[in-house]
Nanobody
Framework: QVQLVESGGGLVQPGGSLRLSCAASGNIFSFNIDRMGWYRQAPGKQRELVATITRGGTTNYADSVKDRFTISRDFAKMMVYLQMHSLKPEDTAVYYC?????????WGQGTQVTVSS
């Protein structure tokens, strides 16, 4: 079994910044990780992609977060991060860490990000 634990969420004012972290542990080795990502789900909406990053460093971002969010990884430590700047109220959501493998798609329990004045 693989566990993903997110941290770093919270309440921030519009225009503020937050940094999310996700740690993978359990029955997985760092060399098995090819890609990790972040998704989010706002109330009443479907879960959507925020950003992904591969072992080689290739990134993919949702258009709504480009130039504001930066995903990074340290797969040797089985960690992925999401640096968020210029946060907007519409970024309010539960943010989930994702680790896809050959046999399973693992998800964390999520961390709440609330952008409000």
């Amino acid at each position: 079994q693989v566990q993903l634990v997110e941290s770093g969420g919270g309440l921030v004012q519009p225009g503020g910044s937050l940094r999310l972290s996700c740690a993978a542990s359990g029955n997985i080795f760092s060399f098995n990780i090819d890609r990790m990502g972040w998704y989010r789900q706002a109330p009443g909406k479907q879960r959507e992609l925020v950003a992904t990053i591969t072992r080689g460093g290739t990134t993919n971002y949702a258009d709504s977060v480009k130039d504001r969010f930066t995903i990074s990884r340290d797969f040797a430590k089985m960690m992925v991060y999401l640096q968020m700047h210029s946060l907007k109220p519409e970024d309010t959501a539960v943010y989930y860490c994702n680790l896809p493998t050959l046999f399973n798609d693992y998800w964390g329990q999520g961390t709440q990000v609330t952008v409000s004045s």
